[in-house]
């Protein structure tokens, strides 16, 4: 399969991330006042009422084994009552639940069935010890096949993707902890991340069985991202609807575009993965995949014609998968980029600027969507201190399970 470029642009007219610091279940609310305050801050940004929403996709992943609540596509009406009657669906994919809700919208916007989409991920996770928590999202693997027997099944499943890399590369653990070292840092400067307040020591991104304990294998907490509440959200629009409503000027919006997406689905077990492909040259060629089809479709031949990423760091073996799958260094040379400063915010392509999951946040089904928030405002140098100077084209991959379901987009700048 050749991807080939969309029919129809798709401008992101605006977004919002809600604060991923809060605990809704603290503050007496619950799933609808999330999504309420996510809806309307988002229409906010895009300068528009929900009156103009046509159609609503929303990413959920979890809701009724976290809060008992199904049927997320009928709670933006619930909760805003222009919607009342909007076409509403709701999107599951683990984690990458709000990038299957974005790719539902871009392709309603491509078939011209509508010409202005409310894409929306909303997660509530913290009302539960956490734990129980982390057990919940076990969902998203094999049940009753590869989840028998593992206390902290996630850790474990990106523990064994950093064991693939070791069987065949070597892995050297330094180098995983200073990515979640990088990740915690740059969400210092992120006013919405989840740990933006948290205090470290330098023993905090060391072996040190106190300041960083073991959670499973050569995983350590800085390693693992936080469970979470949260929402994001982006309005997307056709070139017709900035026509009927005097183009990108006259609404001082829509700056950005999504000028390419790329999207695979494997199977559930992580094992499948690696007896499937143990002759490719990468660990997840279906992720190698999913990148280089957002790249093809986007007019674009490789990392070096991007000036950052946003990627999947659930665990740091995710992220150090993500830099030789976008080709920023060979396969299995992940390290060098991290050793040579490439990721920082001022490094030649800065991976998670924003903090990531791991810095930021993961609210799983909102992470696809918070992702496309800060691809956007970098590109339009919205992002305030996390700012990569210069920014103009943004990378965002997202996945699903033990990358079950990968999606990626590629987010460009457009000049008036």
């Not at 906010?44 to 959920?60: C, F, K, L, Q, T």
């Not at 609404?251 to 992580?270: F, M, S």
């Not at 299995?332 to 030649?348: I, P, Q, Y």
Request: with cysteine; glycine share 12%.
């Amino acid at each position: 399969m050749t991807p080939t470029p969309s029919a129809a642009n798709v401008t992101i007219l605006g977004g919002h991330q809600t604060d991923f610091s809060q605990n809704i279940a603290k503050q007496d609310e619950d799933v609808a006042d999330l999504t309420k305050r996510a809806i309307e801050a988002t229409l906010e940004d895009a300068g528009i009422g929900p009156e103009a929403i046509e159609s609503i996709h929303v990413g959920n992943a979890f809701g009724q084994l976290y809060n008992g609540q199904g049927h997320m596509g009928a709670m933006p009406a619930t909760v805003i009552p222009e919607l009342w009657g909007v076409p509403s669906h709701r999107h599951e994919a683990a984690c990458a639940s709000a990038s299957m809700a974005t790719l539902a919208g871009m392709a309603e916007i491509e078939a011209g069935r509508y010409d202005c989409v409310l894409v929306l991920g909303v997660e509530q996770e913290k009302n539960m010890p956490g734990a129980q928590a982390a057990a919940v999202q076990n969902a998203a693997a094999w049940v009753g096949h590869e989840t028998e027997g593992v206390e902290f099944f996630w850790p474990y499943c990106f523990d064994r993707i950093a064991d693939e890399y070791d069987r065949r590369f070597g892995v050297d653990e330094d180098h995983l902890r200073a990515i979640g070292e990088i990740n915690l840092r740059n969400a210092q400067d992120n006013p919405n991340a989840q740990t933006r307040m948290w205090k470290y020591t330098p023993e905090s991104f060391q072996a040190d069985d106190h300041a960083n304990p073991v959670v499973y294998g050569r995983l350590r907490r800085n390693d693992v991202t936080q469970i979470t509440d949260g929402a994001a959200g982006v309005v997307l629009v056709s070139d017709r609807w900035l026509a009927e409503h005097g183009g990108r000027a006259s609404i001082g919006r829509g700056k950005a575009k999504i000028a390419g997406w790329g999207h695979r689905t494997v199977g559930l077990p992580i094992h499948q993965k690696f007896d499937r492909d143990s002759a490719s040259e990468y660990v997840m060629p279906h992720v190698r995949e999913a990148i280089t089809d957002a790249m093809t479709r986007a007019g674009i031949s490789g990392a070096d014609e991007i000036d950052l990423i946003e990627t999947h760091d659930c665990q740091t073996p995710s992220e150090y998968m993500a830099i030789d799958h976008f080709g920023i260094t060979a396969p299995g040379e992940s390290w060098k980029a991290v050793e040579e400063g490439r990721l920082e915010r001022d490094g030649d392509i800065p991976v998670n600027p924003s903090g990531g999951l791991i810095g930021g946040g993961h609210p799983v089904g909102a992470t696809g969507a918070r992702m496309l928030v800060d691809a956007m405002k970098q590109v339009t140098g919205t992002a305030g201190e996390y700012q990569v100077d210069g920014a103009r084209r943004a990378a965002t991959l997202n996945i699903g399970g033990s990358t079950a379901t990968t999606a990626s987009f590629i987010v460009d700048a457009i000049d008036d």
